[in-house]
């Protein structure tokens, strides 16, 4: 598969170089220095994968309980530790959960020819807090919670 070239994709953000990030395992990103990870990069069944760290649930993040754990207790999925959502590691589709039938948002991503993992930020899902996400209107995002509603 060819790679995306930097004319689509103009705002490519080198991450970490490949090789430390083992198969099967994931780690998270603080794009924004806010300390608070905002994407994820994985590595599963010889593919890339890098996912926005927010949940389609409630549309918000991080997914994880402690850093860099994303994927489940047997490893076979990724998974929201809010509500215990489980997501498919390849498609980001949710299998499992109050969220199914959604996605996690995916981020453009590709290896240079050197091994570096490299990602375009810019096509993401608005991010949940109101200082990053700068114009959108936060309560869409924290929608009240009412009895019974477990979706
Ligand atoms: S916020 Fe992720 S499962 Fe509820």
Do not use: K
């Amino acid at each position: 598969m060819p790679l995306p070239s930097c004319a689509d994709h103009p705002s490519w953000t080198t991450l970490c170089h490949g090789e430390s990030i083992a198969e099967g395992q994931a780690r998270g990103f603080d794009l924004d220095g806010r300390g608070q990870t905002t994407v994820f990069v994985l590595r599963w069944q010889g593919q890339w994968r890098a996912w926005y760290d927010w949940c389609p649930h409630w549309r918000t993040g991080p997914m994880a309980w402690r850093r860099d754990a994303y994927f489940s207790g047997d490893g076979q999925s990724l998974m929201c530790h809010a509500h215990g959502a489980r997501f498919d590691p390849l498609s980001g589709a949710c299998t499992l959960g109050p969220c199914q039938g959604q996605a996690l948002w995916p981020v453009a991503l590709r290896l240079d020819p050197a091994g570096w993992v490299q990602i375009d930020p810019a096509q993401g899902p608005p991010l949940p807090a109101p200082e990053v996400a700068g114009g959108f209107d936060v309560t869409d995002f924290h929608r009240p919670a009412t009895q019974g509603d477990n979706t």
